[in-house]
């Protein structure tokens, strides 16, 4: 009996260690089967489908990396299109153009920054635009005179525009505040540099400015006239008097002048 036991005995060992060799293999055992490789990538693939939210966050999260990478869709059109021209007469203030139309289907507003507001200033600095209309903004900037007698056309101008756009909900007046309140829905349009021009030098782009200044001042000039009378007559602080009422008074008038001949 004692040598049917040690015979039966290194078989035992032999049963008894197959069977703990896929335990070790998983809780020790660092290397992986091909089937176990396969089951974990199979539980990775369903794992989403089983939590729905960790799925919808990841949905999301992708959706809006997507978002980023799209280009801004433009509300402006700027004419020109990423430059402001100045004449270059240093010690002086000059002036440039920008036209700025609403090429979107909602009411815009649009606001100017600049990175040197001691020296720069825009009118009109912001205003809304209906959709289709178009405005020509006039930069104004003094021309610092150049250092180390530098060549005239050398000096350069770390000055910049920024041009930002807003969609508004329908005609309104144009307030600054309104880029503060809603900072999520303001799109930057362009970045504009300065470019210096020679005005001894006649270029196509000296003459557009010139052009562009033009039917601006033109502009300026047409919105400082009074509005012609289309409508009832303001006389006063605010009365408000039309034809039909100047005829009443005049009839009630003549009423009491009748009253007080026959009396």
Not at 61 to 79: C, G, I, M, N, Y
Not at 105 to 122: D, V
Request: a positive charge; one cysteine or more; charged letters at 30%.
């Amino acid at each position: 009996m004692a040598i049917d036991t040690e015979q039966k005995s290194p078989s035992d060992g032999k049963v008894w260690g197959i069977f703990k060799l896929p335990f070790r293999q998983t809780g020790n055992n660092t290397r992986t089967t091909p089937s176990s490789s396969s089951a974990s990538n199979l539980y990775v693939q369903t794992q989403p489908h089983v939590e729905g939210s960790n799925h919808h966050g990841s949905a999301i999260s992708v959706s809006s990396v997507a978002k980023s990478l799209l280009p801004t869709r433009r509300r402006l059109k700027l004419d020109p299109a990423n430059k402001l021209y100045f004449p270059y007469e240093p010690g002086k203030q000059v002036r440039s153009a920008v036209r700025i139309k609403n090429t979107s289907r909602s009411y815009t507003a649009f606001k100017f920054q600049t990175t040197a507001p001691k020296s720069c200033f825009m009118r009109p600095p912001g205003a809304i635009l209906a959709p289709g209309e178009s405005i020509i903004a006039t930069v104004f900037k003094f021309v610092e005179p150049p250092e180390n007698n530098e060549k005239q056309m050398d000096q350069k101008s770390r000055v910049k525009f920024k041009i930002m756009s807003l969609k508004v909900k329908g005609p309104m007046d144009y307030i600054p505040e309104l880029f503060d309140e809603q900072k999520d829905q303001v799109a930057i349009e362009q970045i504009l540099r300065v470019v210096f021009l020679d005005p001894e030098r006649p270029c196509p782009a000296l003459e557009k400015l010139k052009c562009q200044l033009d039917e601006a001042d033109a502009a300026l000039e047409a919105r400082k006239k009074p509005p012609e009378d289309s409508g009832p007559r303001i006389i006063g602080e605010g009365l408000v008097i039309d034809e039909w009422k100047e005829r009443r008074e005049r009839y009630l008038a003549r009423q009491q002048v009748e009253g007080v001949d026959s009396a």
